[in-house]
């Protein structure tokens, strides 16, 4: 069926501008001049009342013409007029007379909450991906599985010719995938200690900071997300070897098949790998940012994550250049070869956390760390989000989030107010609002931490150059929940549209039809690498449109897999907007 309309399939909060798009060509007339057609807004109940009549516009934002990746000429829509809640469609009408319904969108809400509700899913999708615990059906329902992988007593790799045994317990599954990576683990519980440090007591707060477990709309219950991340942030601890390095992943020795947890443990050898400059320093940038969280709630877990952050930063700054694993027999790569963002990172957060403590530190004072942050911000300037390979935007965050070097905060706060300004002009550029350039793998996680670039300035400055900051960052949020080339609201269990069948091994084999809801799914993806399979598993893409390439499909490892670091800054953004 043809779904001519592009909007936010779960809803609009009812003082957000509430923007959609037509796609003219699908229609069902041809040669429409956009003051043909006019939309309606109608209320979703017995009446089917009309909340609001309005005009088709021929373009969007500052965007004219065609749309590079997928040929389409949008129309757009307003109705930020609407203000009452409820469950509302979109019609398009042909106007004349008579006047002829031409489509009417599946329903959508206006509602205060419905961030608020998603923000909870996603926080829940973490505990979904524990390893190595029992998820008990007063918290997992239906998705409720039996202990496996512990990984408390695996082996070494062979080619760290180590022997002996270690213990890796717990932690999240990073992905569709069983492994559990440092690296990957690392920007994710930054992104998500970002909401832990930045959101108050308002109402939404109880589900952050909450020490007792909330109890969810349908019954079952939920660890914040201060417990949740804490979880993974144990497992982090147990990755540390005892000379302070960090080792880099546990990995299966071949990858899985569509096995359940238990089924693996039974086919499968587990085992630890690393360690690298890059998952040393990533450790020691998300324990610090842990200490600050922490700190208020438990002290002693605080210094304990704060002491193993300078040892992992300690042995990084000895061994500068040791490389990731080249190993990807079983497991992902999180192959990078550059380790000077990730030092950045990991100094600026150990300058915010240590600078009253030079006394203890001597040979990461404040002083030292100062002068080679100076270099790193010379010579790392930010992108548009953190992504797992690049890290320096955590390091400007730091910095900018700190208020004991006012000098280095002023210009941490410029620079990203300028990264925004550069993000929120891609986005009036782009036929759908946003700022991405190429659809790579993750797609949907760079938009999400594009987003969460927007929200992190906006806890400072609500615009930059005239342009709100919450305005940009909420026309992101549309594109992720259903306002996109392909229709689809890419969290599962969020809307009509959502992903049935993600690429996640626990998904299918649970014996469970609805996947596990609040994963964020990988997305458009031109690069399409799934396609290089043998023809009878290769996807099914719809055509060959740049906009097109992604298929709800479980083989589609490139388009529709859900990992970690694409729902943590999707967390954090749907928290800061709750705030
Ligand atoms: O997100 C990663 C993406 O940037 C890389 O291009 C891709 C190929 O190396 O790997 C992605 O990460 C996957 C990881 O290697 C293993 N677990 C699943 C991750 C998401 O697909």
């Known amino acids: 069926m043809k779904i001519p309309v592009r909007y936010n399939h779960v809803g609009y909060a009812p003082d957000a501008a509430k923007i959609f798009f037509v796609n003219p060509a699908e229609l069902p007339e041809t040669d429409l001049a956009v003051s043909d057609v006019f939309f309606r807004i109608v209320r979703v109940n017995s009446e089917k009342g009309v909340a609001w009549d309005g005009n088709l516009l021929e373009h969007t934002y500052e965007h004219q013409g065609t749309c590079e990746y997928t ?29 002829k319904l031409f489509f009417e969108t599946l329903p959508f809400e206006i509602s205060n909450d419905w961030i608020y509700r998603q923000l909870l899913a996603n ?72 909401a832990c440090e930045l959101m108050g007591n308002c109402d939404a707060g109880r589900a952050i900071h909450s020490p007792e477990p909330l109890v969810l709309p349908d019954g079952l219950k939920m660890y914040s997300l201060k417990e949740e991340v804490r979880f993974e942030l144990e497992f982090f601890l147990r990755m540390q070897d005892t000379d302070g390095g960090v080792f880099f992943k546990v990995t299966p020795e071949r990858w899985d098949g569509f096995v359940p947890p238990k089924d693996s443990d039974v086919l499968q050898k587990r085992m630890v790998l690393g360690k690298s400059t890059t998952s040393t320093l990533n450790f020691a940038g998300a324990l610090a940012a842990a200490s600050r969280v922490y700190r208020k709630s438990d002290a002693a877990f605080a210094e304990r994550c704060l002491q193993s952050a300078v040892a992992a930063y300690r042995w990084a700054v000895s061994r500068p250049y040791v490389d990731w694993p080249h190993n990807t027999e079983g497991s992902g790569g999180y192959g990078d ?25 001597a040979d990461v004072s404040t002083e030292s760390l100062r002068e080679l ?29 700190q208020d004991f070097d006012l000098e280095l905060q002023k210009r941490a706060r410029t620079v990203l107010e300028k990264t925004a300004l550069e993000i929120i002009q891609l986005q009036k550029e782009d ?94 993806n031109s690069d399409r690498q799934d396609m290089y399979r043998s023809m009878h598993r290769a996807p099914h893409y719809p055509d060959e449109l740049v906009g097109h390439s992604y298929t709800d499909e479980q083989g589609s490892f490139a388009s529709n897999e859900t990992a970690i670091n694409w729902n943590a800054p999707l967390t954090a953004v749907l928290a800061l907007l709750c705030s």
């Open 123 to 194: 926080i829940k999708s973490f505990y979904y991906q524990r390893c190595g615990v029992e998820l008990t059906p007063d918290f997992a329902g239906a998705w409720a599985r039996p202990v496996a992988h512990l990984d408390d007593h695996i082996k070494f790799h062979p080619s760290m010719q180590r022997d002996g045994f270690w213990n890796a317990h717990g932690g999240w599954y990073d992905a569709g995938d069983y492994g559990k990576y440092i690296v990957n683990g690392g920007v994710s519980v930054a992104a998500l200690l970002l």
């Open 431 to 524: 036929a759908y609002g946003i700022s991405l350039r190429k659809f790579i793998w993750g797609s949907n996680g760079e938009i999400a931490n594009h987003a969460l670039t927007l929200a992190i300035v906006n806890t400072w400055k609500n615009e930059v150059g005239g342009n709100s900051l919450v305005f940009w960052c909420r026309e992101l949020v549309n594109y992720i929940y259903g306002r996109n080339p392909v229709n689809v609201s890419f969290v599962t269990g969020s809307a009509w549209s959502s992903p049935k069948f993600p690429h996640h091994r626990i998904c299918h084999s649970d014996g469970v039809k609805e996947p596990i809801p609040g994963l964020l799914v990988g997305g458009i």
């Open 71 to 99: 040929g389409e000429s949008l129309w757009s829509g307003d109705f930020s007029g609407v203000l009452e809640l409820g469950r509302f469609a979109i019609q398009l009408w042909k106007k004349g007379d008579p006047e």
């Open 337 to 361: 070869d550059r380790a000077d963002d990730e030092f950045f990172w990991a100094r600026a957060m150990l300058y915010r956390e240590l600078h009253t403590r030079d006394k203890e530190f």
């Open 373 to 401: 942050i100076l270099k790193d911000m010379e010579a790392l300037p930010p992108k548009l989000g953190v992504d797992w390979r690049d890290t320096q935007n955590l390091g400007w965050i730091a910095l900018a989030l």
